[in-house]
């Protein structure tokens, strides 16, 4: 009994993880760094804790963690713009770094995109006035929008303000005015899903709606029937 007991300590960081993952209907790569680094810490403290033969598969589950898995950059910028993981914790001072420059680039090119397709509609008499001001103040303009990360990191939520979806806080207009480059930017990322278990539920779903009685049904009916169920399990 003492074994089965210490098999149910070692498997039930997996199944919290593999919970986590499959409940989420919304956005889900801001998840990858904490469950990693759950796993990993409830890895290492049973190794720590073991004296039995259990502590070799702590081990062995370690190092397969660390050799299977590629800590992408998109998950970590994806933690990144989650405000509740924006500390980014489990993530080395490299990744962290990486990933500051990656948003600061990003931000570089959409803010030139922007200024120049709103001077495209200026009047005549007004661009030699834009053109001035745009060599004056070009060193100006390129660090307010550097300072667009640094203003988000530094950003103090309240107690109360936890996001399940963190397209829920982009979508405010206040925090769209304050940082509307990383509210692009996260709507580009939250759009990457962190595994298939939906597209697996939805081919599952499917396989019970198209059955032998039903395997005549238009795909579009097939569709609608998805998306009403899809509806229903969202808003029970």
Known sequence: MDIVEKLIDFFYPWKVVLNEL?????????????CITYVRNELSNGDCKERSGMKFF???ALQLLSSMFNMNEDYIIGAFLHPNYKQL???????????????????????????TNERIYEPQE??????MSMLMDKQKKQQSTSDEVDRYISLVLDEDEQYENPLDFWKKKENQIAFPYLSRMARKYFSIP????AVERQFSATGQIITQRQSSL???????IIFLRSIENKYP
């Open 22 to 34: 499959q409940k989420i209907n919304g956005p889900s790569l801001f998840l990858v760094i904490p």
């Open 218 to 224: 238009n795909p579009l009916t097939v569709n609608d």
């Open 194 to 197: 962190c595994s298939s278990s």
């Open 58 to 60: 702590y081990k062995r």
């Open 89 to 115: 914790r489990g993530a080395n001072s490299t990744q962290i770094s990486d990933c500051y420059t990656t948003c600061r680039l990003f931000i570089g090119p959409c803010s030139s995109s922007t200024e």
């Open 126 to 131: 007004k661009k030699a006035k834009i053109f």
